[in-house]
């Protein structure tokens, strides 16, 4: 809901301002249209918060809002999930996740749900250069276009300074109602701090500083020293599967240990989490675990 000529309401983040309500604005204005929707931006902007605010516009929005992660749908299990959500999706929204990450084989069968004219309006994301992969055969240039109609470009949180405060205040509310904490106020070295960061990993970054914080803060006001952007001032090393170097050392914990095979191994898998935790043995929902707990510690994987 409108709050002023530069401000706009979301359910996820709260008010924002400036360079983002613009995109806000825009994203409401084609809410009530049918018009397929390609939001592109680096990992972490919030291009699912804008798929989101589209459907809850629309006059879908009593109707299902079912999201797709290509990253994390194995090869074997995607037929089987995407049949289910085109069902599910009728007369609601379907969200495509990193549309870039589909086979051509799947890619195929996606533009034909998109041409068979059924009653869903369809949305994909990508941190990828569809133009030029399409350029390159590693996209069919007829599924591009056919999402291309609507082109939402998520601006980096570096680019939305003036976004900083009002986001981070956001992410104090909704950790301190998780955590059963009371709500801190940021103090202005705080957010003059903040500001100063780079953000590389946008959104999730911020977010997640902001949850050390609040865990972090010794009254109700948090200071520069509470926030915790970096764990260490060097990369943390990832550890290749095959390397010798996996056995214990001096110093080095069986949690460092854990971590570094985990994160290798969803490189190796190219982030695809399903088959990841299949590698390892373990769950997904295991895995998903141990990564919630490496965004605390300020590891992005």
Do not use: C
Request: net charge positive; aromatic share 6%.
């Amino acid at each position: 809901m409108m709050k002023s000529e530069n401000k706009i309401e979301t359910k996820e983040l709260g008010t924002v301002d400036h360079e983002f309500s613009g995109l806000l604005q825009l994203s409401r204005s084609i809410a009530k249209s049918r018009a397929t929707v390609l939001i592109q931006g680096a990992t972490g902007t919030g291009k699912k918060t804008i798929a989101k605010y589209i459907h809850e516009n629309s006059v879908r929005a009593e109707k299902n809002f079912e999201v797709l992660n290509a990253r994390e749908v194995s090869n074997d299990q995607w037929d089987h999930d995407f049949k289910k959500k085109l069902e599910l999706s009728l007369g609601g929204t379907f969200l495509i996740v990193e549309i870039s990450k589909l086979t051509l084989q799947q890619q195929q069968k996606v533009y034909e749900a998109v041409q068979s004219g059924t009653d869903i309006r369809w949305i994909a994301t990508t941190s990828e250069d569809l133009a030029r992969l399409s350029a390159e055969g590693k996209f069919r240039e007829d599924l591009y276009y056919r999402f291309n109609i609507v082109n939402l470009k998520v601006p980096a949180l570096v680019a939305r300074l003036s976004d900083i405060e009002l986001l981070a205040n956001s992410f104090a509310r909704k950790y301190s109602k998780i955590h059963a904490r009371k709500t801190p106020i940021f103090s202005e070295d705080a957010i003059q701090y903040l500001k100063a960061q780079k953000w590389t990993g946008n959104l999730r970054e911020l977010e997640s500083s902001v949850e050390r914080a609040v865990l972090l803060s010794q009254d109700l006001e948090i200071r520069p020293r509470d926030i915790q952007v970096t764990v260490a001032k060097e990369p943390i090393a990832v550890l290749s599967l095959d390397d010798k170097n996996l056995d214990w050392k001096p110093g080095k914990t069986l949690d460092e240990i854990e971590r570094s095979v985990i994160l290798e191994a969803l490189k190796y898998h190219e982030g695809n989490r399903t088959h990841t935790a299949k590698s390892l043995g373990i769950s997904i929902r295991t895995l998903r675990n141990k990564l919630a707990e490496y965004r605390v510690l300020g590891i992005h994987a």
